[in-house]
């Protein structure tokens, strides 16, 4: 692709919905009923559309799987909200809640990332935290999985993720590092400020990093199995963390 895109339905309706700078949306040429809606919003907010053929669109992806709509981002912008962890901080206080940030650590698989992002935006997260290295990027793929979570959930990029982790602890965050050798979920107290580590895809989060937490949590699992994939595990922990803050509060 020669600029810079974001694809798929979902991903380009909450740019819009977004301070995401968009030229042009592409839809593919008979497609305009199910996009209409979208169509609609783009023409609020002034932005261009133009009808491409599939063939067209295939060739600007790479591949066939952008739903027949594809937006070219302004210069500069990413498609992705970035910012800083002390910025998350302060989103948590203005909102009056604990705050809960969650820490990627050496997930390579892109898919996975935009899953984590989804998992973390839909489970009330305040921000995700990345590492400049050893972690996958945030890329057009991230962000199609991510179904348009990049655009509203501020990712924080950093050099080392438990310089990170002691400023959290700092601010009075707890954390804690999704590994198999860990408590249950179930039995550790979670309702409160907290930082969740998930890890690598095959060797989950490194020593080093988990050694750095305040605890460890283990998923218990019905069947005798190796393990969740790094996506599902966020989302499983993420769902108990919320399920005990819902029951603090009520």
């Known amino acids: 692709m020669s600029g810079t895109f974001i694809y798929g339905m979902n991903p380009v309706r909450e740019a819009l919905k977004s301070s ?12 305009r009923g199910s996009t209409q809606r979208l169509l609609e919003e783009a023409g609020k907010k002034g932005v261009r559309v133009k009808e491409l ?11 066939t799987d952008h739903q027949g709509v594809l937006a070219e981002l302004e210069e500069a912008e990413s498609g992705v909200r970035y910012g800083e962890v002390g910025e998350m901080l302060a989103s948590a206080k203005k909102l009056d809640e604990a705050p809960l940030i969650v820490l990627v650590d050496s997930v390579q698989d892109p898919r996975n990332l935009g899953a984590i992002i989804r998992c973390a935006y839909a489970f009330g997260a305040h921000g995700l935290v990345v590492p400049l290295h050893r972690t996958a990027p945030v890329t057009a793929v991230s962000i199609k999985t991510a179904a348009g979570a990049t655009a509203h959930l501020p990712i924080a990029r950093v050099t080392n993720l438990k310089y990170a982790l002691d400023e959290l602890r700092e601010a009075g965050v707890w954390s804690v590092a999704a590994t198999l050798d860990g408590d249950p979920c179930g039995k550790l107290r979670l309702e409160g400020p907290l930082a969740l580590v998930v890890g690598a895809e095959d060797r989950g989060v490194r020593k080093t990093v988990a050694e750095a937490c305040d605890m460890r949590a283990s998923i218990p699992l019905a069947r005798d199995f190796d393990s969740l994939n790094a996506a599902v595990a966020a989302g499983v922990l993420l769902y108990e963390i919320q399920r005990q803050r819902a029951l603090t509060s009520a």
């Open 53 to 63: 053929t599939r063939t067209e669109l295939d060739a600007r992806v790479g591949h």
């Open 20 to 31: 995401t700078k968009l030229t042009v949306i592409f839809v593919a040429r008979g497609q």
